[in-house]
């Protein structure tokens, strides 16, 4: 596999890497066919970037329902490019299978847009397994790394809190692990402004000796690594501030994930039931709202990076409303900016290089 033609991504994180948007409009592939509300909510929630980007957009999927949502806005002037595309992969498809059916599918195209030149980042709210496919095929990994993870912030309780993997890869061996490790390290000190992130490991205690075989052969692995590891963090340090970034195999940061959201919905609705008619409506909906969001992804956010490949993406919940899907795009063009593509890279090969670890942030702060 191998990365995009020289010039294009690379060069551009280079010359973004300041952080800031006083370049050249950040160009951004948007599956526009992605998600449960689409293209309605994603066609609205693109737009709404606009107001305060420097981004250009790039809306893939079918021309005429993309332009009849389009039609709904005034967009005179605005850098809006309709991509042709042809059908979407479903989330009961597999992936694989259908992204050789559907050639032209909307996140296909989206991709190659990319592999390209043509586009900087790609985002999708669709399924999380067909983009992955999409940008592993046609964009390739990081030398050095086997798979591709998915991470990011999930919990409005603790917003600075990253977890990876959240559910791209089932199955981890320690090095794959102790990878990730290192690319949300590298997100959480770039992308997040964390000096020195604390990397933990999620295990059912504290001690070096707790967890299964595969959180025991890896604790000596992270402790050898010369990663800032402050060893393992059980389920209640989301919320202590023990670590920056908490490592898991994403069997565990699905579950976490998909907890967390069927929790928010709950006790919303348990909050709105036990104070129904007895406090002004507006304020329950208010409080409902604000309890699902601080157990949840925040809506600001909308979507995280999928760390590993080649180019940046980022894929975001299928279940999204207009306010994610301007919290996704606002990560694709900030993941562009402060280079971050570029950053984990050095950081993984001197971990490949090295044998046991790098202290993160040295090739951030060597590259700012």
């Known amino acids: 596999m191998t990365a995009p033609p020289e010039g294009t991504v690379a060069k551009r994180c280079v010359m973004q890497r300041n952080g800031t948007e006083d370049g050249p409009p950040v160009r951004v592939a948007i599956d526009a066919m992605g998600g449960d509300f689409a293209p309605v909510e994603t066609v609205k929630g693109a737009l709404q970037v606009l107001r305060s980007v420097n981004a250009e957009l790039l809306l893939v999927g079918d ?11 005034n967009i005179a002037g605005l850098p809006v490019t309709v991509i042709p595309s042809e059908g979407k992969i479903l989330d009961d498809e597999h992936p694989l299978q259908a992204l050789r ?14 592999k390209q030149g ?22 390739g990994l990081m030398e050095g790394l086997e798979r591709p993870c998915l991470g990011g912030p999930f919990l409005g309780l603790a917003p600075n809190t990253v977890l990876v993997d959240i559910g791209s890869n089932l199955d981890c061996r320690p090095g794959l692990l102790l990878s990730f ?9 770039t992308y997040m402004g964390i000096e020195n992130p604390r990397i ?34 059980e389920g209640f340090d989301f919320f202590t501030g023990k670590a920056d970034v908490i490592i898991c195999d994403g069997f565990v940061g699905n579950i976490l994930v998909k907890f967390t959201e069927g929790m928010g919905g709950a006790l919303s609705a348990f909050v709105q ?4 008619g007895a406090v ?41 409303r207009a306010n994610g899907v301007e919290g996704a795009v606002r990560t694709a063009v900030r993941y562009v900016n402060v280079g971050l593509l570029d950053i984990m890279r ?14 993160v942030g040295k090739a951030a702060d060597a590259a700012n």
């Open 101 to 114: 059916q559907k050639p032209k599918s909307s996140v296909m195209v989206a991709t190659q847009l990319v």
């Open 346 to 359: 050095q950081e993984l090969a001197v971990i490949n290089n090295s044998g046991a670890g790098s202290g």
């Open 63 to 73: 021309p005429g329902l993309v332009q009849e949502e389009l039609s709904k806005y």
């Open 200 to 233: 933990g490991l999620l295990s059912v205690g504290a001690e070096s000796a707790k967890g299964n075989r595969q959180v025991q052969e890896s604790y000596q692995l992270f402790q050898d690594s010369h990663l800032n590891f402050v060893g393992n963090v």
């Open 118 to 139: 043509q586009a900087d980042v790609m985002v999708s709210m669709g399924s999380t397994g067909a983009s992955m496919a999409s940008a592993v095929l046609s964009l």
């Open 181 to 189: 490790a290192v690319l949300g390290a590298a997100f959480a000190h």
């Open 280 to 320: 002004d409506s507006a304020i329950v909906e208010q409080l409902a709202d604000d309890l699902w969001e601080t157990t949840n992804r925040p809506r600001t956010v909308g979507g995280g990076p999928l760390f590993g490949v080649n180019a940046p993406v980022i894929l975001g919940h299928g279940s999204c």
């Open 273 to 276: 039931e036990k104070l129904e």
